[in-house]
């Protein structure tokens, strides 16, 4: 089955930057429901945004005008910029592919490891 690995987390302070990277294992032909999810301590995941085959975008309003998801079809990479970071964006960073077609064929709901981003006051 074809993974997903998350990475570019780490500690970062109130107003700074990280840029997430979202890297497929085998090459995709195409996706649909491609996203970031985030899940802080005690709290359920919740999602980010997503991005379509054709490099449409969504972001749900709280990370509007500081997030930004961009994709590498080519790379079968998904990226997420975060800048203004906030101590309420940490949490732990997972991307999802709800259906990919791959060369075995439709593969679904498939998840990432997660990586942490943790931002201090």
């Known amino acids: 089955q074809v993974q997903l690995v998350e990475s570019g987390g780490g500690l970062v302070q109130t107003g700074g930057s990280l840029r997430l990277s979202c890297i497929a294992s085998?090459?995709?032909?195409?996706?649909?429901?491609l996203g970031w999810y985030r899940q802080a301590p005690g709290k359920q995941r919740e999602l980010v945004g997503t991005i379509t085959w054709a490099g449409e975008t969504n972001l749900v309003d709280s990370v509007k005008g500081r997030f930004t998801i961009s994709g590498d079809n080519a790379k079968n990479a998904m990226y997420l910029q975060m800048n203004s970071l906030k101590p309420e964006d940490t949490a732990v960073y997972y991307c999802?592919?709800?259906?990919?077609?791959?060369?075995?064929?439709?593969?679904?709901?498939?998840w990432g490891q997660g990586t942490q981003v943790t931002v201090s006051s």
């Open positions: 999802h592919l709800d259906r990919a077609v791959t060369r075995r064929g439709y593969e679904d709901d498939i």
């Open positions: 085998q090459t995709i032909f195409s996706f649909s429901g």
